[in-house]
């Protein structure tokens, strides 16, 4: 852990929300992901690109992810990618991932029982994801971990969606919970980005997708390398 005492942030007590991200943080989506853009990709006549390259491309939604892809493909810049070309291949990549979300998808350690926890100590849990929200029931339930959401926000919930705090601002609203007696659990800059914008304490862990940069260089108050760890310390530590 970074920064100061991780229960010392509440004082002592439990958080009002903790906010979770989904891919990277609590499930290794990459390899549905690549088969759905290797797919994509297949269809045009264009080489796969692979789980290693998809892996430093996920994070910011999916439409984002198939730009990558195209300009990846085509050795250019992502803002130089073809728009018609980009719109119909977006498409394609959700007709794909629809097919094939949840094959291969699978929890991080110690995800579980992180959860299952904080669900014991009664703390309430959300979930913010760019994903598509089409895609983040079925997986959740796949997963068998629907039950411990009561909220959930996909990258298509609202007009914004992470670095912007408004998915998380939304959420806290909902639940009358205090910001800064929250916190924002990520993988990635937007995980952090938004947590800060939104006035929460953040937790990044160390085996997400951010881009191939280490999770410390986005400065959350907390790192963690196993979800479970950490709240159990925090649960040892913590009157309830």
Known sequence: MTGHNFPDCFGGRLPELVMFDLD???VDSVPDLTAAVDAMLVEQHCPA??????????GNGAAILVRRALADTDGIAEDAVDEGL?????????????RLSGHYSKLYPGVKQALQLLADAGVPMALVTNKPGQ??????TDLGINEYFDQWL????????????????????????????????GDSRSDMLAG?????????????????????EETP????????DIFAEWMRRTDG
């Open 135 to 140: 895609f983040v029931p079925h997986l959740l």
């Open 24 to 26: 990277g943080t609590l």
């Open 196 to 216: 800060k914008a939104a006035g929460v304490p953040t937790l990044g862990v160390t085996y997400g997708y951010n881009h191939g940069k280490s999770i410390a």
């Open 86 to 98: 980009h719109k119909a291949s977006h498409k394609r990549f959700l007709h794909h991932y629809g």
């Open 49 to 58: 690109a692979g789980e290693e390259k998809v892996r430093l491309w996920v």
């Open 154 to 185: 996909g990258g298509d919930s609202l007009p914004q969606k992470k670095p912007d705090p408004a998915p998380l601002l939304h959420l806290l609203k909902k639940q009358k919970a205090d910001p800064a007696r929250s916190l924002m659990v």
């Open 221 to 228: 108050d907390w790192v963690a390398d196993n979800l479970a």
